[in-house]
């Protein structure tokens, strides 16, 4: 994977590189996640370079970064796993607390491990970019989806009269945003179901919204 796009957000434009990460960027890498992810945030759960080892040898396909101005400006990562439609789960059980090593060479869903993109490049849509990549990786490899647990940053305000699973239905029907579920259904996605206790998350009081791209090109 190695795609070159010119990104703009109306002031101001820019020629960007999508590619797989190697061990040369694991600095960047972590530095992309400490500005995405700042105090009160816990910096050990910030990727560490074990990690990031596993990601490459392991997966280097599902290892990719967005490069702009010379610098990584976001990362995505994934593995493979056979889930079955409706399968309950964390993301420490799903992802082996992002060490990937439960990745299943010939696995039909294609898992999202993380994705971020450093504030100051938000604005260019980069996020989109690297999950347009993260599709097609999905058809080059044959897998039969792309799946995630996207947070729910916004429940929090509805939880009181809300269930999870009512909050998803009431964003997908565009009656509530919220900014990543919103902002993932933009990019293709369809919510399928509720992860509860999917993570330490405050604002989506320990819910995902489960998140999934089918491969059109598979019946």
Same mark, same amino acid.
């Given at each position: ?9 109306? !002031? ?23 500005? !995405? ?95 347009? !990549? ?13 799946? !995630? ?71």
């Amino acid at each position: 994977m190695r795609k070159r796009i010119i990104v703009s957000d109306g !002031s101001r434009t820019t020629e960007a590189e999508i590619r797989r990460y190697t061990r040369d960027d694991f600095k960047a890498l972590i530095e992309v996640q400490a500005e !995405s992810f700042p105090p009160p945030y816990p910096s050990e759960l910030w990727w560490n370079e074990a990690q990031l080892h596993e990601h490459v040898t392991r997966f280097p396909e599902g290892a990719l970064c967005v490069v702009a101005d010379g610098k990584i400006a976001g990362s995505m990562t994934a593995l493979r796993r056979t889930l079955a439609d409706g399968d309950g789960h964390s993301w420490a059980e799903v992802t082996d607390d992002g060490y990937i090593r439960n990745h299943e060479p010939d696995g039909d869903t294609l898992y999202v491990v993380d994705l971020c993109v450093r504030p100051a490049y938000r604005s260019l849509g980069l996020g989109i970019w690297l999950i347009q !990549s993260m599709h097609e990786t999905a058809v080059h490899l044959g897998c039969r989806r792309l799946l !995630s647990g996207g947070r729910m940053p916004g429940y929090h305000k509805q939880a009181d009269r809300l269930t999870p699973e009512q909050y998803l239905t009431e964003v997908a029907a565009g009656r509530l945003r919220d900014p990543v579920v919103s902002f993932l259904i933009r990019c293709g996605r369809i919510p399928v179901g509720v992860a509860r206790g999917y993570l330490e998350d405050e604002e989506s009081c320990g819910n995902a919204a489960l998140m999934e791209w089918r491969n059109p090109f598979l019946a």
